[in-house]
Nanobody
């Protein structure tokens, strides 16, 4: 079984910062791309940022220059450093990981349970 567990969400004032973490555990052979998505009430889930196993990153335009994605491959963990937060960043943030359980195995995408981020004064 594979689990992704997010942490680090909470309430922060506009202009503040938060750091989200997402640790993958269980029967994992290799993790490829890891990513953060978010979903605000009444809206579709949207990509925030992604990072490959080699460290290449991709960001949504609405977070460029404010958020930084990183990962620790030894810990199977991905991070999202969020700065200059705005009320419109309020959402449930989900991480996912594309991984295989065995060598040359099929790659599946696993999701975490989500962590709430609320930006409000």
């Amino acid at each position: 079984q594979v689990q992704l567990v997010e942490s680090g969400g909470g309430l922060v004032q506009p202009g503040g910062s938060l750091r989200l973490s997402c640790a993958a555990s269980g029967s994992i052979f290799s993790i490829y791309t890891m990513a953060w998505y978010r979903q605000a009430p009444g809206k579709q889930r949207e990509l925030v940022a992604a990072i490959t196993s080699g460290g290449s990153t991709n960001y949504a335009d609405f977070v460029k220059g404010r958020f930084t994605i990183s990962r620790d491959n030894a810990k199977n963990t991905v991070y999202l450093q969020m700065s200059s937060l705005k009320p419109e960043d309020t959402a449930v943030y989900y991480c996912n990981a594309d991984l295989s359980k065995v060598a040359a195995g099929v790659v599946f995408r696993y999701w975490g349970q989500g962590t709430q981020v609320t930006v409000s004064s």
